[in-house]
């Protein structure tokens, strides 16, 4: 996971060991976005905390990642996982 590598390096110095961890597998989860959520996690943790910084990420991982839904995923996963969605989650009331 190139980009989650890259997120991890571009966060390294904020936090501690543990918000390392706790990045890296947000990082690991939305690794399309890893590279732009690491921008603006420095961003934010240079502007307010770190502690500021863990709380958005963890808002963007949870709006993103429902269940076993990863809304990051590319269109092709997306797709697959919408036809093994039961009539009626989609709006279909067959």
């Keep these: 996971m190139p980009q989650a590598d890259e997120a991890d390096r571009l966060t390294a110095g904020y936090g501690t060991h543990e918000c390392r961890r706790f990045r890296r597998g947000i990082f ?5 976005l890893a590279v732009d959520l690491a921008l ?46 039961p009539p009626g989650i989609r709006g279909d009331q067959k």
């Design 28 to 32: 690991d989860d939305l690794s399309p």
């Design 40 to 85: 603006r996690y420095a961003k934010t943790a240079e502007r307010f905390s770190f502690r500021q910084a863990n709380l958005e990420l963890l808002e963007i991982h949870e709006r993103l990642v429902i269940h076993d839904l990863n809304l990051s995923s590319d269109t092709q996963d997306l797709q697959e996982a919408a036809k093994g969605n």
